[in-house]
């Protein structure tokens, strides 16, 4: 299980950033709680210098300074957040389903806008739109390591094509998880044993951003964007619970 959340962590950062349901499940069936937080994050950084070497020319860097400064504020909250409620019923996996509700609900504002071109044409490429996406993702990647579906959204509603998405989506992440580093390991999430068992699977996560890039490759940009919005659905809909796989 553990193999195959690393090779998906690989592809999701190098080719179908949707993907990041897979590992995010996966790794909380093997380490319940928070644990699963502190144990992904390195791993994540792996895959994230991985992906900005694969595509550090694709990187549209106007969409990422105007999300990262909201996104440190929402790491830090979401610090906070978890620090608060480590002895509440919130505690683990107790934030997945307020964090679905508002994937899906951005999701199904994305789907309207594809039957709908028209409606809200310009409110994505406002500062505030941009603020309030970072901080939201800055809050769930740290409560849930599940803001991939987040900035996805929120790159397919400014229309970056695949290549740029996933170069900005790269930097953007690998940015924002160094600095989870220090919360991680404060919070006691993150330590030589947790070190020792992502070593291990740094070669599996290598092979699944080679890979990553070679489907992104084969994938014409419409049904790149509709796989993309596909897995952002159902990340939402596992994190609300409606289904338990694995």
Known sequence: ??????LGIGISKSGL?????????????????????????????????GAVLLFRRSADWKQVWRTLPPALVGVVLGWWLLKTTAETPFAGTGFSPIVGGIILTLAMLQLF???KPEAFSSVPHTMSFAWGMGLLAGVTTMVANAAGPVMVLYFLAVSL?????????????????????????????????????????????????????????????????????????LAALRLLGVFRWP
């Open 17 to 49: 950033p949707g993907l990041s349901l897979l590992h995010v499940v996966l790794f909380a069936q093997l380490f319940p709680g928070t644990t699963s937080t502190g144990v992904v994050l390195p791993m994540l950084i792996v895959g994230d210098v």
């Open 1 to 6: 299980m553990a193999g195959i959340a690393a």
């Open 113 to 115: 806008r594809d039957w």
């Open 161 to 233: 094509p695949k290549e740029t998405l996933v170069g900005t989506s790269a930097w953007f992440f690998l940015l924002i998880n160094l600095m989870k580093v220090p919360f991680g390991a404060q919070l006691g999430l993150i330590h030589r044993d947790s070190l020792a068992f992502n070593a291990l699977l740094v070669p599996v996560i290598v092979g699944g951003l080679f890979l990553g890039k070679a489907l992104i490759r084969r994938i014409p940009q419409r049904g790149f964007n509709t796989l993309i919005l596909t897995l952002a659905i």
